[in-house]
């Protein structure tokens, strides 16, 4: 089955600062990569998704990046603003094998004003 | 359109006790899953089904079963609950695999 790490666990950064976070997956043949923002106590929200036919999406603020080759892909957050701070989960799925979402282990993400 | 709709939201049981978890979807989604989630482990998939009357192991499926009888509907149940068992649920539904998964509220069990 899928294996996704993904890091760091924890990340701060101030107000206005880009994060980054990472994560790698090991099944090579997996096609579709969703990010997920869980706000505190609240349910999981899809944010960005990503598939294998790209490697690069943009939605304002908020930018996925894919490398197949390394078995990598990474969200981007530029000018973070407070309500950002959550926890980000990143996933992969191979839609022709193994039919589920594999979930990292989650990035608690906090902005400081 | 209340999307999917977990019930209850909270409950606590003694070990050894059972109980079923609903989860109802209103959007016609063909796929549903139950994950736990638990600190610093992320989202693991227990049981998800493909359809109606279908389903199939995920990651950690012991101590739990599922059935899915009717399309809009994905019942987790706890035939003997252990302390191991304290988590919070997530049920989720989707279209199809490889697009949006719609979470419930989640349910949030402990086990004494």
């Known amino acids: 089955g899928e294996n996704v790490e993904q890091h760091p666990s924890t990340l701060s950064v101030q107000e206005g600062d880009s994060a980054v976070i990472k994560c790698t997956y090991s099944d090579s043949a997996s096609n579709y990569f969703p990010w997920y923002k869980q706000e505190l106590g609240k349910r999981p929200q899809l944010i960005i998704d990503?598939?294998?036919?790209?490697g690069e999406k943009k939605d304002q603020r908020i930018a996925v990046t894919l490398n197949k080759t390394a078995k990598h892909f990474s969200l981007h957050i530029t000018e973070t603003q407070p309500e950002d701070s959550a926890v980000y989960f990143c996933?992969?799925?191979?839609?022709?094998?193994?039919?589920?979402?594999?979930f990292g282990t989650g990035t608690k993400l906090q902005v400081i004003p | 359109n209340a999307g999917v709709t977990q019930t209850p939201k909270f409950r606590v049981l003694k070990t050894g006790q059972s109980m079923t978890l609903l989860c109802a979807q209103d959007?016609?989604?063909?796929?549903m899953y139950w994950y736990r989630q638990d600190p610093g482990m992320g989202l693991r998939l227990i049981h998800y089904?493909?359809?109606?009357?279908?389903?199939a192991k995920g990651e950690v499926p012991d101590g739990y079963n599922v059935s899915r009888l009717k399309k809009q509907n994905f019942l987790l149940g706890l035939e003997s609950a252990a302390p191991s068992q304290t988590s919070v649920y997530f049920c989720?539904?989707?279209?199809?695999?490889?697009?949006?998964?719609?979470f419930g509220q989640g349910t949030r069990l402990t086990v004494v």
């Open positions: 990503i598939r294998s036919n790209v």
């Open positions: 959007m016609n989604h063909e796929y």
């Open positions: 089904s493909v359809g109606e009357g279908t389903t």
């Open positions: 996933a992969a799925l191979n839609s022709g094998g193994y039919q589920k979402v594999t």
């Open positions: 989720a539904s989707s279209a199809d695999m490889n697009t949006e998964a719609f």
